[in-house]
């Protein structure tokens, strides 16, 4: 008997991608969907506050105004933050939506948005007919978009809930 050596070679090769995959299946989703008409109802929102509040200086003026600005800020930059992650990272779109994070999240958003919304609301109402600006059509609209976010935070909370105990 011969004895023969064998020599056994592993070669690793490492590649790295640098393209950015978009998870746009999100956007077919109804959480993707409510998201996406959150950040962009929201943005609205703190466009027309801050546009027509600017003239009464915003944070001195009547504090509904405030109420609202900061409301719309706070739920617009995270609503797109999730909406972000969702769309760049499968993971994160798979993983978040089960969390009791995102279903607290959305009950927190509807109660503060609603809240805000009708507080803005009353306070434009309220305002003398004589004496309204040409900023109240402005406020109302704000207001008004405010509560249809509300309630697309409501369904957001539905449909969070729904995959919080599927999942």
């Known amino acids: ?3 023969h050596s064998v020599t056994v070679t592993r070669t690793t090769t490492t590649t790295s991608a640098t393209a950015i995959i978009l998870n746009t299946g999100i956007l077919r989703t109804p959480s993707g969907l409510l998201k996406f008409f959150e950040t962009i109802i929201g943005a609205v929102c703190l466009g027309l506050i801050a546009y027509y509040s600017v003239h009464s200086n915003i944070f001195s003026g009547d504090p509904e105004h405030t109420l609202f600005f900061i409301v719309t800020f706070a739920f617009l930059v995270t ?16 993983i978040l939506p089960k969390t009791l994070f995102e279903f607290l999240y959305h009950i927190f958003a509807f109660i503060f948005y609603i809240s805000a919304s009708l507080a803005l609301l009353i306070t434009v109402s309220n305002t003398n007919k004589y004496y309204r600006t040409r900023y109240y059509e402005g406020k109302m609209a704000a207001a008004v978009l405010g509560l249809v976010n509300s309630v697309l935070y409501l369904l957001s909370a539905f449909f969070s809930f729904r995959t919080y105990r599927m999942g």
Do not use: N, P
Request: avoid cysteine; glycine fraction near 0%.
């Open 1 to 3: 008997m011969m004895s």
């Open 79 to 94: 609503t797109f933050l999730l909406l972000l992650s969702a769309l760049l990272s499968l993971m994160a779109a798979t």
